[in-house]
């Protein structure tokens, strides 16, 4: 089974541009979560997705923003970009059914803001 | 969620085990303590987790406290491969597994 997949795994923008990642869960998990990582704040929750809405929201600001499609795959949006969004970013799936599960997460996406 | 301590950083020479361990005083009866761990440049992987009762697979043990209030994470015969940040997560049955929130983890160094 093909592991979740992220793309691009590297991005270099300027500041006020905005950004789109994309995430590809695990085929048939409907779960897909977002998270931040910075050297300074560690790895931080963004939101969660699943079966197209979003479950949970972590505290950013709205210039972040996600949505997940009927196929699970999900993309999040960063507007207005800013030196401190250079982050990786990562996402995770899993079934989304329970708290016994396993979160699967991607390789990540690179993202420097100049 | 109920916060987590970890060291920062523990040394583990080759074919040693290493524990790794986690101090959650404050869980509360319906937790769940997850172990992740994030090698260099790479998406955290799933370790293990447990409730109250030890655990073991293929990759580590669990060691639960009776009073749940710590844990320690064992990786039996440490390699170089093992060499990565590990995150001890607790998390509520009453929410998901979905939204983890990751403390600052420990550094384990797998020395020759």
């Known amino acids: 089974k093909a592991g979740v997949t992220q793309t691009p795994r590297y991005l270099i923008k300027t500041r006020g541009q905005q950004v789109t990642l994309s995430c590809s869960p695990i085929s048939g998990h409907r779960s897909v979560s977002w998270y931040q990582q910075t050297p300074g704040q560690g790895l931080q929750f963004l939101f969660e997705y699943f079966s197209e809405t979003q479950r949970n929201k972590g505290n950013f600001p709205g210039r972040f923003s996600g949505r997940q499609f009927s196929n699970s795959r999900s993309e999040m949006n960063v507007s207005t970009l800013e030196l401190g969004d250079s982050a990786l970013y990562l996402c995770a799936s899993s079934s989304g059914q329970g708290v016994q599960e396993t979160q699967y997460f991607g390789p990540g996406t690179r993202l420097l803001v100049l | 969620d109920a916060k987590t301590t970890q060291p920062p950083s523990m040394d583990c020479a080759e074919g040693r085990a290493a524990n790794l361990p986690c101090n959650h005083s404050?869980?509360?009866?319906?937790?769940?303590v997850y172990w992740y761990r994030q090698i260099h440049s790479q998406g955290p992987q799933y370790i293990i987790h447990g409730l109250k009762n030890n655990e073991t697979n293929e990759m580590a043990s669990l060691i639960i406290t009776e009073d749940r209030k710590s844990s320690t994470l064992i990786l039996p015969h440490a390699t170089l491969r093992d060499t990565a940040v590990y995150y001890c997560?607790?998390?509520?049955?009453?929410?998901?597994?979905?939204?983890?929130?990751f403390g600052t983890g420990t550094r384990l160094q797998v020395t020759l």
């Open positions: 404050t869980i509360s009866g319906n937790e769940y």
């Open positions: 997560i607790v998390i509520s049955t009453t929410g998901t597994a979905s939204k983890l929130t």
